[in-house]
């Protein structure tokens, strides 16, 4: 009798530990990511999500249409929602994963740098809303408003960080650091190329033009003297 109750609770126990041993996958995501533009509105595909997938993702011999790395074109809705996403569940869509790995797996690859942490969340959030093909949203630009840290660092962030950063920049133009941006702002470059003025090229590049609103932000800045303010 007591060997019998003695191999019970020994299964028990046994049964108990290797459950205890069971642990979820390692998650690549903070729990929730972090709201962004101190908002509780939602997340705008049109504005915030897909200039961040056409800079730094659908470039050239990565996943425009030509490239198509592994079958992933990221350069529109329809196509960005094809594959490797799942709407409402960021942490089992392979497209917010890669966004968290190390080496050589992690997207956008080496030299590009790596998505911003807020620009990581802000995808998450979105994924996490539904991935909806939201437009005409979340435009919030006021064109008075024209300081290099409040506005145009963070709008260079989102539309060509992707391109003009890194280890070797698209055209040998780094846009992530002051200096760059002040170099390409007095030489009439900046300007020239976000406006689409014949003889520049027309930025950015194999996406739409900056709203009207935008590149006046940008004109304004750079007529003022292109401070870092
Ligand atoms: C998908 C990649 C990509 C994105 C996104 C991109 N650029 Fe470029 N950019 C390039 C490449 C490649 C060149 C060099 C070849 C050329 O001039 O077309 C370039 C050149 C430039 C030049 C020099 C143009 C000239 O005529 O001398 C400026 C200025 C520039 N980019 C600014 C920007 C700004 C500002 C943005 C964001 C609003 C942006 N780029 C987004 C790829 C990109």
Known sequence: MKKIVYLLTSAVLTIALINACKHEPISPVTTTPPPVNGGTSEVCFQSQILPI???????SGCHDAASHEEGYVLDSYANIIKKGLRP?????????????????DRMPQAPNAPLTTEQKALIGRWINEGAKNTINCGTSCDSTQFKYGANISPLLSTYCLGCHSGSTPSGNINLSTYA???????NGRLVGSV???AGYSAMPQNASKLSECQIAQIRKWVTAGALNN
């Open 53 to 59: 997938f056409q800079s730094n993702c659908a470039k």
């Open 88 to 104: 409402g569940d960021a942490n089992n869509s392979k497209i917010y994963e890669v966004l968290f790995k190390n080496g050589s």
């Open 195 to 197: 406006s689409h003025t």
């Open 180 to 186: 760059g941006v002040y170099n390409v702002a007095i």
